[in-house]
């Protein structure tokens, strides 16, 4: 790589890449196309995710910028600079935001029957009501806190939206300030009942919706008797919510991250303060003062304020104004192995085949939302727990829904006297109060239960079960690129590998034991398994595809991830795109390589696919000279996957499954709807139809096929299909 010359101008900086990411995802929902609850969905998904960056990389470069640290980004830009840049890229991407909703979301879905009403448009019988429901409900939840010489400016919880108010003593005429903290134990959207809109008589049922905080803000003079509500407004408060985890000086992990949890929620620094565009200067002074924050963290909105309540929009009864549902299909391997068609009597018990049966006839893989999660994964599990035969269970568990079945079938299992082991991954952000409750619960169940290696965060995806069979023991594994977690399943897309070959399944059992004792494990046999040769061999794979490329074999890559900003990997990139290699890429979201650039990455394509389902999968796809090798498994390309996490990915060995992987990849690069190509600046073009070429939609194909299919492999025919499109 030394004859390249790289410069702050060959690479993208990571935080812009993430705003470009969230961009494409707002793009959903002022898209004409997307179906209006849809577009409130995305919406509340592109706040959300701006609320997740404040709370961590903002608040880690206003860290850096507090410490002195002047260290540049891959792009030359300091960390103020970064956070200057930051700001200017955001406030038109809010603006947009909220100009949809004041003037699309809210009027259009007004045409069909759903009113978000502001107080002042609803009639006198619903004022009404929202008095009663202001007095009977919300009242006795409210806490106002004064702002005074003897009282000083109140702790803002993180994402907790305000309202400030302006309030004057009847008596003296003096004026004084006061807080009152929107209660989010109360729905944000307050339904109010149909009959009183006087518009229910035709053939459209009327829904009426206000915003809680309007409802409080128009009967603030009930929290505050005797005096008078010369005014309000309201602000949102976001904090630095990154953990720092002291490991080295905690005896106990789950206290030492209990611990910080509390510091999370009491003690991170205001990051950024939104408030209401039309609030007065000397008002957002006093807020500003109060909470320590310059004008850089202030961002003036003009509408409502955390706007990630969109999502729950989704619960309205319109299915006409959502995508078609999409109901995953049992994996077709797994047809005849399901417990529960024999408790229902509707298979009958000589047709019955347990998943290992199945396992042991080839390698199965497994496609969410496509395939069914509870058909697959969680009856894997399940079988595993009931089964006489299986001696131990161990599995790796990042990030757990609120009900899981596979906890349960933990439990079972180790009531069933098994061994069982749950790595469970304290630090997996934002998850880790429920993490630590699911670790408790095993911990009593008599599961034992690790928290991972000292210093790194275990993110890799593995179950390993042991069983005893007639020719000896027999390891049984499923290695995957998603959580084990059966609310994200029906929405992200990811793979999964069952197998029962033996060389996978010893070097699971060493990376188990890399887990739990004190081994250094620094070999594997066949998985690539970070920090200690993941690197390494995707690197080696890369120079592989060099060699091949001066050959008339030639050089091939395809990878499909979340993230690619790993300045190692993306030299090896450019190096090999110099060379002659042909590379494709689909990255979700942020991108630090620059695709298409003269001279350095001719040869390197790279787009993004957004669509109804959250792309999370990771192939790796390596041409090698005809014959070629195929990687699943938990890693993006990012420095954290490969120097700082545990990861694990696995070689697909099955011809017929490395295919199907080749078609899935075909099928993502050929997307011409929901895909957005990289330009050689590093911006991104939405995708269209040329004139009378046929549309094609990655998600959509995908979840068509599967339909037809029964979730069987793609046919060669069917990829051919789409290559001649």
């Not at 008797?225 to 080295?248: K, N, Q």
């Not at 169940?445 to 210093?455: I, N």
């Not at 498994?633 to 996490?645: F, K, L, Y």
């Not at 590093?682 to 040329?690: D, E, F, I, Q």
Request: proline share 5%; glycine share 6%.
């Amino acid at each position: 790589m030394a004859d390249i010359h790289l410069s702050a101008s060959t690479f993208i900086n990571r935080e812009r890449s993430w705003i470009q990411f969230n961009q494409r995802v707002l793009a959903q929902a002022l898209n004409p196309g997307t179906p209006l609850l849809e577009q409130a969905k995305f919406s509340g998904i592109f706040s959300n995710n701006l609320d997740e960056f404040f709370m961590v990389r903002v608040a880690s470069l206003k860290s850096q910028v507090d410490a002195g640290v002047d260290q540049q980004s891959l792009d030359g830009l300091s960390p103020m600079e970064q956070l200057l840049d930051i700001r200017q890229q955001l406030i038109p991407l809010l603006q947009e935001q909220q100009q949809h909703y004041r003037q699309c979301l809210v009027p259009r879905l007004g045409e069909h029957g759903i009113e978000i009403l502001r107080y002042r448009e609803l009639n006198s019988r619903q004022q009404a009501w929202t008095t009663h429901y202001f007095q009977s409900l919300v009242f006795a939840v409210l806490t106002p806190l004064a702002v005074d010489s003897a009282r000083p400016f109140p702790f803002i919880s993180n994402l907790s939206l305000n309202i400030a108010v302006l309030i004057q003593d009847s008596a003296t005429g003096d004026h004084q300030f006061a807080r009152v903290k929107v209660p989010r134990s109360l729905p944000r959207f307050v339904h109010v009942p149909p009959e009183l809109s006087g518009k229910g008589s035709g053939l459209m049922p009327v829904r009426t919706m206000v915003l809680l905080e309007e409802v409080i803000a128009n009967n603030l003079k009930v929290l505050f008797p005797g005096m008078t509500v010369a005014d309000y407004y309201f602000f949102r408060v976001t904090r630095d919510a990154d953990l720092e985890y002291l490991e080295l000086e905690a005896d106990d992990l789950l206290q030492a991250i209990e611990a910080s949890l509390r510091k999370r929620r009491l003690e991170g620094r205001v990051v950024r303060l939104e408030v209401d565009k039309h609030t007065p200067g000397r008002v957002v002074n006093q807020l500003m003062n109060g909470m320590a924050v310059t004008e850089e963290d202030v961002y003036p909105i003009h509408g409502p304020l955390g706007l990630d309540d969109l999502s729950g929009l989704a619960a309205v009864p319109h299915g006409h104004l959502r995508y078609p549902p999409h109901r995953g299909r049992m994996p077709a391997p797994f047809h005849r192995s399901q417990k529960s068609l024999l408790a229902n009597g509707s298979l009958p018990a000589k047709e019955f085949e347990s998943v290992f049966d199945v396992i042991r006839r080839g390698d199965v893989l497994v496609h969410h939302p496509y395939d069914l999660f509870a058909g697959s994964v969680e009856e894997f599990i399940s079988q595993a727990a009931d089964d006489p035969a299986v001696l131990a269970i161990k599995i790796t568990l990042y990030r757990l829904s609120k009900q899981s079945t596979i906890v349960n079938a933990l439990e079972r299992a180790a009531g069933n006297g098994k061994q069982v082991l749950a790595l469970v991954e304290l630090k997996a952000r934002f998850d880790e109060d429920n993490n630590i409750q699911w670790a408790r619960k095993l911990e009593q169940a008599g599961v034992h239960v690790v928290y991972g290696v000292l210093g790194y965060k275990t993110h890799t995806k593995v179950t390993l079960v042991i069983r005893k069979e007639q020719q000896g023991i027999r390891s049984y594994a499923h290695i995957g690129t998603g959580n084990y977690n059966l609310q994200t399943s029906r929405f992200y897309t990811d793979l999964g590998l069952f197998t029962c070959r033996s060389i996978l399944g010893k070097d699971l059992v060493e990376l188990f034991n890399y887990f739990t004792g004190y081994a250094k494990q620094q070999h594997f046999r066949q998985l690539l398994v970070a920090p200690v040769t993941l690197r390494d061999g995707m690197e080696a794979m890369i120079q592989r595809e060099i060699k091949y490329a001066n050959t008339q074999a030639g050089g091939h890559i395809r990878v499909k991830m979340n993230s690619l900003v790993d300045p190692s990997i993306i030299k090896n990139l450019y190096q090999a795109s110099r060379a002659g290699v042909r590379i494709e890429l689909v990255v979700r979201g942020m991108c630090s390589l620059r695709a298409g650039v003269p001279g350095l990455s001719e040869s390197i394509r790279v787009v993004s696919v957004i669509g109804p389902f959250l792309e999370h999968s990771r192939i790796f796809w390596f041409g090698n000279g005809g014959e070629p090798e195929v990687y699943i498994g938990s890693a993006d390309w990012m420095t954290r996957n490969m120097d700082r996490r545990v990861e694990c990915l696995t070689p697909i060995q099955d011809p017929l499954l490395r295919h199907r992987l080749e078609a899935l990849l075909s099928i993502y690069l050929q997307d011409n709807c929901g895909a957005w190509e990289m330009g050689p600046d590093g911006s991104y073009h939405k995708l269209h139809p040329c004139h009378g070429e046929p549309e094609r939609n990655a998600q959509l194909a995908l979840a068509e096929h599967w339909q037809a299919t029964q979730g069987e492999a793609i046919p060669r025919e069917h990829t051919m299909e789409w290559e001649h499109i």
